[in-house]
């Protein structure tokens, strides 16, 4: 097969260069890792003191980085085990994660204490949203002159420099405001944004499944991409139909273990495809009210929303198009109600329940909604092999948490944090430990590590590494 990209010589990226694409029709469809294909991208094994690449584990896969976030923090007597150890027993909001425990490290006792009010009072939210990754103080403004910091993603991703063809992504399924007061003279970007490139630059997420799509698998300038869609839309057409030639070719370079896992991921490619035009086509036809039309491809329940968007960031893991990468489920004070379990209250109303039961009960069962869409997302992390035979969890480190504990209180302290995953076997997951009031930053330096690139003394508002198993 000619090279997609003859202009990429011995002096383009190394990374680019030996990635194996499927290109034609103004669309280039990255391929995972295959262990039969020469000149492959991660060798099962690094050569004797070959120099480790940027964000692989020790066998040479890719190791994943996510920070997952989840708005209004928790109820702590639900969340929290009762017991330490290896030996602790999952709460019932954490309770669908049992399939996964043994990936699971609870990590208690970790603060944001640059979130705490102090002299600049009210707006909690936006502290907690804006601290949670970054770990300063951010500026109390409603103008254009916020300041936050860089987040761990962005120094993680500026480490990897061009190991992929992205180098962090962004995913949101909040409204994303980046203008205008959002809390208590706080400007939105704060609440909006997860992940800042520089103090004065956050990296807008993107919440429309079919654009990260294309982003992913598009080719072209942005208008060509565009036209190109367009064509396959009026002809009804997968992207895998436009490479149907490539793929036969392919198939007579693979192993037996490698064809199941390039159908697997077409598979995949084509289930995405589908959700995302039968969103759309579940609008069409029907009476339009007097307002502009959502964006295309954004499913009507929130539930097949955020689960798109987790398969989304499980495919772009699966075929390396980054390695690091931000999913802000939704900003912190976000209000939405939760019909389809039963809530119809909004979540930031009932997270002041001042102690009524009700209001309690119905917090439990949203933050039990949203830790299941977690188990959704781990569970088939878990599922999909690597190329070094382990699977896609097992190389990652993953953090699901909040920058607010006790929502009732707007507590910072003993932040709800959960790190998923094995990076690669550096990681002893399936325990639950209470540090003694230590920065979450302090679990973002041990992170970074990991990553590789020059060794950071000191992140954010961290006193040290965490010690993790």
């Given at each position: 097969m000619k090279n997609p990209f003859p202009r990429l010589g011995p002096e383009a990226s190394p990374a680019l260069s030996r990635r194996r694409f499927l290109r034609n029709a103004g669309l280039c469809l990255t391929?995972?890792?295959?262990?039969?294909?020469?000149?492959?991208?991660?060798?099962?094994?690094?050569?004797?003191?070959?120099?480790?690449?940027?964000?692989?584990?020790?066998?040479?896969?890719?190791?994943?980085?996510?920070?997952?976030?989840?708005?209004?923090?928790?109820i702590p007597s639900a969340w929290w085990p009762t017991e330490t150890g290896a030996n602790f027993a999952l709460n019932r909001t954490l309770e669908p994660l049992a399939g996964v425990r043994q990936h699971l490290q609870l990590l208690g006792g970790l603060t944001a204490l640059c979130a705490n009010g102090g002299a600049d009072g009210g707006g909690d939210h936006a502290?907690?949203?804006?601290?949670?990754?970054?770990?300063?103080?951010?500026?109390?403004?409603?103008?254009?002159?916020?300041?936050?910091?860089?987040?761990?993603?962005?120094?993680?991703?500026?480490?990897?420099?061009?190991?992929?063809?992205?180098r962090s992504l962004e995913l949101s399924c909040d409204t994303i405001l980046n203008v205008g007061t959002c809390d208590t003279d706080y400007a939105c970007v704060y609440q909006h944004n997860l992940a800042w490139s520089s103090p004065t630059t956050p990296l807008t997420p993107e919440v429309n499944p079919r654009m990260l799509f294309e982003r992913m698998f598009g080719a072209g300038t942005?208008?060509?991409?565009?036209?190109?869609?367009?064509?396959?839309?009026?002809?009804?057409?997968?992207?895998?139909?436009?490479?149907?030639?490539?793929?036969?070719?392919?198939?007579?370079?693979?192993?037996?273990?490698d064809r199941d896992k390039i159908d697997e991921y077409f598979t995949s490619v084509r289930d995405i495809e589908l959700r995302i035009q039968a969103a759309e086509q579940a609008r069409a036809g029907r009476p339009q009210p007097n307002v502009d039309a959502p964006e295309a491809g954004i499913p009507g329940s929130y539930t097949d929303y955020v689960r798109l968007m987790f398969d989304m960031l499980h495919?772009?893991?699966?075929?390396d198009n980054t390695r690091v990468a931000t999913f802000m489920i939704a900003g912190d004070g976000n209000n939405r109600e939760f019909a389809e379990i039963g809530v119809n209250d909004g979540h930031h109303?009932?997270?002041?329940?001042?102690?009524?039961?009700?209001?309690?009960?119905k917090v439990e069962k949203i933050d039990r909604w949203y830790v299941t869409q977690l188990a959704?997302?781990?569970?088939?992390?878990?599922?999909?092999?690597?190329?070094?035979?382990?699977?896609?969890?097992?190389?990652?480190?993953?953090?699901?948490?909040?920058?607010?504990?006790?929502?009732?209180?707007?507590?910072?302290?003993?932040?709800p944090i959960i790190l998923a995953g094995h990076a690669g076997g550096a990681l002893?997951?399936?325990?639950?430990?209470?540090?003694?009031?230590?920065?979450?930053?302090?679990?973002?330096?041990?992170?970074?590590?990991r990553v590789g690139g020059a060794r950071i003394g000191r992140f954010g508002d961290s006193t040290g590494r965490l010690k993790l198993a």
């Open positions: 391929l995972p890792a295959l262990e039969s294909l020469p000149g492959r991208l991660f060798a099962a094994t690094p050569a004797a003191g070959a120099a480790a690449a940027p964000a692989t584990t020790a066998t040479g896969a890719p190791l994943r980085t996510a920070f997952l976030y989840f708005p209004n923090g928790a502290r907690a949203n804006g601290v949670f990754l970054t770990g300063v103080r951010i500026k109390k403004t409603n103008g254009a002159d916020f300041r936050a910091g860089v987040s761990a993603d962005q120094v993680m991703a500026q480490q990897i420099g061009l190991a992929t063809p992205f942005p208008k060509e991409r565009a036209q190109n869609l367009l064509v396959r839309q009026q002809q009804k057409r997968s992207v895998l139909d436009f490479i149907q030639s490539d793929m036969r070719s392919l198939a007579g370079e693979l192993n037996g273990r495919l772009a893991f699966l075929t109303n009932l997270s002041h329940h001042g102690g009524k039961q009700d209001w309690i009960d959704y997302f781990l569970e088939k992390m878990a599922a999909t092999k690597d190329i070094d035979g382990n699977s896609l969890l097992h190389n990652s480190q993953i953090v699901y948490g909040s920058g607010n504990a006790d929502g009732n209180r707007h507590t910072h302290g003993n932040l002893k997951p399936g325990a639950y430990t209470k540090f003694n009031d230590e920065p979450v930053t302090n679990l973002y330096l041990n992170m970074m590590d």
